[in-house]
């Protein structure tokens, strides 16, 4: 069981076939990795809910699979932010809510990821949306277009409607993926989805979210994150609530690449310790 003070902490997804040999018991099933998961981990990105809104069999089934103090980060569907680009989808939203709602106290946040032609064009339809979002929940806004990273007047706007809001701006740092070399298989294909921006780094609100996407080379990484460690424990020493989620072309080393990162914390204080299993039959990493 990981220890940790306010600062969650997790990858992607809480299931991959290839942690069956790695961190969670070689007979485990897909059914219990959220439970095997929620034991090494204290946070999770909900991408599920990006592309299928569950059912409440099934949150009620992933409530109870986990301990207490384990938060889930849901996306808003992709018909709300993608296919609507946010224009008329009052309904929708409140749907979505409303589904998530008995759980309330058990998701860290609900992120908006934005496309990248989401632009300062579109902030009125952003100023709307969270307008119509409820207490009851922390939320997070994701963006790609290069304006609101180009520290203008349009990336200002964007700040000052997540800061009046209360609303978290997601951060991206994608550094290390972009320095792998190669464009080929499945690096070439997350490179593709993964958007090339520059690591912005500011708090809108409580709960400030960082999505770190890494070199698949696990320990070339520490080059890019170890002002991470400085940061998160400036925002958990200000009070706030941080998340920080480990990714790579290949997720299933994700993990791993989370477990050096707290390990390499400064001083040996580190606010969250992970201390992975190993199956007998997973090959080195290092």
Same mark, same amino acid.
């Given at each position: 069981?990981?220890?940790?003070?306010?600062?969650?902490?997790?990858?992607?997804?809480?299931?991959?076939?290839?942690?069956?040999?790695?961190?969670?018991?070689?007979?485990?099933?897909?059914?219990?990795?959220?439970?095997?998961?929620?034991?090494?981990?204290?946070?999770?990105?909900?991408?599920?809910?990006?592309?299928?809104?569950?059912?409440?069999?099934?949150?009620?089934?992933?409530?109870?699979?986990?301990?207490?103090?384990?938060?889930?980060?849901?996306?808003?569907?992709?018909?709300?932010?993608?296919?609507?680009?946010?224009?008329?989808?009052?309904?929708?939203?409140?749907?979505?809510?409303?589904?998530?709602?008995?759980?309330?106290?058990?998701?860290?946040?609900?992120?908006?990821?934005?496309?990248?032609?989401?632009?300062?064009?579109?902030?009125?339809?952003?100023?709307?949306?969270?307008? @119509? $979002?409820?207490? /009851?929940?922390?939320?997070?806004?994701?963006?790609?277009?290069?304006? !609101?990273? #180009? *520290? +203008?007047?349009?990336?200002?706007?964007?700040?000052?409607? @997540? $800061?009046?809001? /209360?609303?978290?701006?997601?951060?991206?740092?994608?550094?290390?993926? !972009?320095? #792998? *070399? +190669?464009?080929?298989?499945l690096l070439g294909e997350v490179k593709m989805k993964k958007p090339r921006v520059p690591v912005n780094v500011i708090a809108t609100a409580e709960r400030p979210i960082v999505r770190f996407v890494?070199?698949?080379?696990?320990?070339?990484?520490?080059?890019?994150?170890?002002?991470?460690?400085?940061?998160?424990?400036?925002?958990?020493?200000?009070?706030?609530?941080?998340?920080?989620?480990?990714?790579?072309?290949?997720?299933?080393?994700?993990?791993?690449?989370?477990?050096?990162?707290?390990?390499?914390?400064?001083?040996?204080?580190?606010?969250?310790?992970?201390?992975?299993?190993?199956?007998?039959?997973?090959?080195?990493?290092?």
């Open positions: 069981m990981p220890s940790f003070s306010s600062l969650y902490a997790g990858c992607p997804m809480w299931h991959m076939d290839a942690w069956s040999s790695s961190i969670f018991p070689a007979a485990s099933s897909a059914a219990q990795s959220l439970y095997h998961y929620s034991r090494l981990f204290n946070s999770v990105e909900g991408n599920t809910s990006f592309y299928q809104i569950p059912d409440q069999a099934n949150l009620r089934r992933w409530q109870q699979s986990v301990p207490e103090h384990f938060r889930f980060c849901f996306k808003f569907h992709q018909g709300i932010s993608h296919h609507q680009l946010l224009l008329n989808v009052e309904q929708q939203t409140l749907d979505f809510l409303a589904r998530f709602r008995p759980m309330a106290t058990q998701i860290g946040c609900l992120m908006l990821q934005l496309p990248a032609h989401f632009g300062p064009q579109h902030l009125p339809r952003l100023q709307h949306f969270l307008q @119509l $979002l409820p207490e /009851g929940f922390h939320y997070g806004v994701e963006v790609r277009h290069p304006a !609101f990273f #180009a *520290k +203008g007047e349009e990336e200002r706007q964007f700040n000052r409607l @997540l $800061l009046d809001r /209360g609303v978290n701006r997601v951060i991206m740092d994608t550094r290390g993926l !972009f320095s #792998a *070399k +190669g464009n080929n298989g890494g070199h698949p080379d696990i320990p070339t990484n520490r080059r890019f994150y170890q002002s991470w460690h400085s940061k998160l424990q400036q925002w958990l020493d200000e009070g706030k609530t941080p998340f920080m989620f480990f990714h790579l072309a290949d997720n299933a080393d994700a993990p791993f690449l989370a477990e050096q990162f707290f390990q390499d914390w400064p001083k040996g204080s580190s606010p969250f310790a992970i201390n992975l299993p190993r199956q007998a039959s997973q090959t080195s990493l290092f």
